[in-house]
């Protein structure tokens, strides 16, 4: 277990952002939870910590947003988000952390700025085989290194205008099984190592704190808000990404 007082102090905060996100304002916003981990241990083992803490928040935001998912797009985007973690796993030790986060950085920055720059009476889409399929493999893929799938998968499913709450339900699921098969690479990986699970036990009880803390927000939000609020949150998302990518080249 990590007993330096230091990695706590970034960790408490970057699991608690993570599981508003996941209660209640999308996971791009948790994107944020590696880098600030990071600051005190090495990024992977950062990504192997948080696993864990992941599956469980999983399992409450699915409890708050029981059967209220998008099934159409679910059925699109979990076969492929399955393909981008085995992608992920397949390259993993060729994987350059810093071309995926620039890449993902960007690919925010360029759907946050459109979104601000179109009218809120553009068209609403409709879920997208091809669409939909092409972003979840990027979610899925870029899930796996650094836990950062959030941008891709809410670049196909904002433009559908789908209820906040919708929204929310089909992310959890979404991301709730892409985490649970991510376990079998990261255990096969090394990822899920004693001193990794023992730090993740000693942090566990923040991922309900933070998911039910996501969720009263959630629900005190209009739609409007809340993706005002979740492209703001994105655009944040972008620079950090885009930035630590460009530092790291």
């Not at 809120?120 to 972003?135: D, H, L, M, R, V």
């Not at 039910?212 to 409007?224: D, I, M």
Request: hydrophobic share 55%; glycine share 10%.
């Amino acid at each position: 277990m990590i007993t330096d007082p230091l990695f706590y102090f970034f960790a408490v905060p970057a699991i608690l952002i993570f599981g508003v996100a996941k209660g209640g304002f999308g996971n791009a916003i948790g994107v944020v939870a590696v880098p600030l981990m990071a600051l005190a241990v090495s990024p992977m083992q950062a990504a192997g910590i948080l696993l864990p803490i992941l599956c469980v928040m999983d399992v409450f935001a699915i409890r708050k947003f029981w059967r209220q998912w998008d099934v159409s797009n679910l059925v699109i985007m979990l076969p492929a988000g399955f393909v981008g973690v085995l992608l992920g796993s397949l390259t993993f030790s060729y994987l350059n952390e810093a071309h995926v986060r620039l890449l993902i950085g960007c690919l925010a920055l360029v759907f946050a700025i459109n979104f601000w720059l179109k009218s809120e009476s553009s068209t609403q889409q409709n879920p997208n085989y091809i669409k939909g399929a092409f972003w979840s493999v990027i979610g899925g893929f870029t899930s796996f290194g650094i836990h950062s799938g959030g941008p891709p998968v809410n670049i196909y499913l904002v433009p559908q205008k789908l209820h906040p709450t919708v929204f929310m339900a089909t992310c959890a699921v979404f991301f709730g099984i892409t985490n649970y098969v991510k376990l079998i690479p990261y255990f096969w990986l090394g990822q899920l190592g004693t001193q990794n699970l023992q730090t993740s036990l000693v942090l566990l009880p923040l991922a309900p704190i933070g998911v039910s803390l996501g969720y009263y927000l959630h629900k005190r939000v209009s739609v409007q808000k809340f993706y005002r609020i979740f492209n703001f949150f994105l655009f944040l998302t972008g620079c950090k990404l885009a930035y630590d990518g460009f530092v790291l080249l």
